[in-house]
């Protein structure tokens, strides 16, 4: 992999393989995964949401597992101005 070196002169884009056109998405991303994960009536997407807990336990599962709490990391990565970084409580460790 060391001796791969770039070519010049060609042109380099971005292609999504999940669709005939080559363009992205929502729905081609959804089809991908409903074909690949399981494909007939038990898929990936269903099964996620068909677990047997609370909606908002799983909303929170949900978001945990996607980044989506406001965590002063998180916070910070979108911009916003924070003294710290680090967890109020222990002051040793970003939160």
Known sequence: MN???PKKDLYDKVV???QEDSMFSVKSTYDAL???VHPGPCSAMETSWDI?????ALSLAWSVLKGK???RVNLF???VSLP???CPLCNQVEE
């Open 3 to 5: 001796n791969l070196k």
């Open 16 to 18: 999504w393989l999940a």
């Open 34 to 36: 409903q074909s690949s």
């Open 52 to 56: 047997k807990v609370l909606s908002n």
């Open 69 to 71: 709490i406001p965590t």
């Open 77 to 79: 990565r979108r911009g």
């Open 84 to 86: 710290s970084l680090l």
